[in-house]
């Protein structure tokens, strides 16, 4: 890792933090790596465990083989479910060709799975937030189909149609710019003034915060290079925020090597981040590219703390219990 210094040239990197990995990324990758050491390869996964081509090539070189349908699983293997959430019927689909299931999927992403199914029962009409075609909006709109109507922006606003405006909710997809989300629930609002919003905020902590880092540096940063994978929801947003924050350009990119020479024409402050599904060691590769042309002082931008941790998923715990107590039991009868 390039040395975190104080700036001392006319040239230098913001650095976000925080950046990378969030808690339920974090989980769900280590849960391939440790249904595989469990239970050995294949482990198949149902559409990627999360949006970043690197780390999808790594666990994929490990035994992970994923797939977009449940139907593409062999009777009787284990199948994890992404980060990302499935809808009801995925489940069903699961038991239906005997598979073992691991569900990996966000605590998060669960709570509003959770609020979609309350506020159904409570015969709400409820209106999601979030991008056509996501992951996480298919496996949330399948929780309530009847009550779900898709809202991806505040273009969307003026089609929308409810049973009784006394008694429609907002949800949202968790990996928004919270900005854009807020614009398009003021629009909501204005439309539906009884509208009520969640009991806690659905955008995720590490989205937040994220987003507030690149606000943080994008005034400064002449240029703010964001890694990331191109259907990473929350990096792509990280790239629109460093705009509107002011810096003259921001690109995307999966690996250092992606980063045009002609980018750093007349920049002296460059802006570094990654995005909640991107590891580490991309974000170190892009800041020793970027040290060997000249940009080798690194200022930290330091936006929030964040301890939040997740347990594994629940079908792992008790199979790493089980193989934990019967090594116990083995070890007690040879003494």
């Known amino acids: 890792m390039v040395g975190m210094t104080a700036t001392t040239g006319s040239r230098r990197v913001l650095l976000a933090a925080p950046r990378g990995y969030c808690a339920g990324v974090d989980r769900a990758v280590i849960a391939v790596e440790k249904a595989l050491e469990q239970y050995g390869a294949p482990i198949y996964v149902r559409h990627e465990i999360v949006h970043n081509k690197f780390v999808v090539q790594t666990l994929e ?3 992970a083989i994923f797939v977009e349908q449940t139907e593409e699983v062999p009777e009787g ?11 009801p019927v995925v489940h069903d689909e699961a038991a239906a060709g ?32 979030g991008h056509e075609g996501h992951e996480e909006v298919i496996g949330t709109s399948g929780e309530a189909p009847d009550h779900i109507t898709l809202v991806d922006g505040p273009e ?15 949800l949202s997809q968790t ?38 880092a ?8 002449d240029l703010v290079i964001v890694v990331g994978s191109r259907n990473s929801s929350n990096s792509k947003r990280l790239v629109e925020v460093a705009k509107l924050a002011g810096s003259r350009a921001a690109y995307l990119v999966d690996f250092a090597s992606e980063i045009e020479e002609a980018w750093l024409e007349g920049v ?16 170190e590769e892009v800041l020793e590219w970027l040290s060997q042309r000249g940009y080798a002082d690194v200022e930290i931008v330091k936006a929030a703390e964040e301890s939040i941790t997740f347990s594994l998923p629940k079908e792992l715990r008790r199979d790493l219990r089980a193989e934990a107590a019967a090594l116990t039991r083995d070890d007690s009868a040879e003494k």
Request: hydrophobic share 45%.
């Open 61 to 63: 070189r490990k035994g």
């Open 77 to 87: 293997s284990i199948v994890m479910f992404s980060a990302h959430g499935v809808a």
């Open 98 to 129: 005997k598979l073992a299931t691991i569900d990996a999927t966000c605590p998060l992403v669960t709570k509003v799975h959770k609020e979609a199914v309350r506020f159904a029962n409570e015969d709400f009409d409820i209106l999601l937030i």
């Open 156 to 170: 969307d606003v003026a089609k929308v149609e409810v049973r009784d405006p006394s008694r429609v909710v907002w």
């Open 175 to 212: 990996t928004l710019s919270v900005d854009e989300t807020m614009e398009t629930v003021d629009a909501l609002k204005e439309k539906f003034p009884q509208l009520i919003s969640p009991p806690s905020d659905d955008i995720c902590y590490a989205t937040q915060n994220r987003q507030l």
């Open 214 to 221: 690149v606000k943080q540096m994008g005034a400064e940063a």
């Open 268 to 283: 002296t402050t460059v802006g570094v981040t990654s995005g909640a599904s991107v590891p580490e060691v991309l974000v």
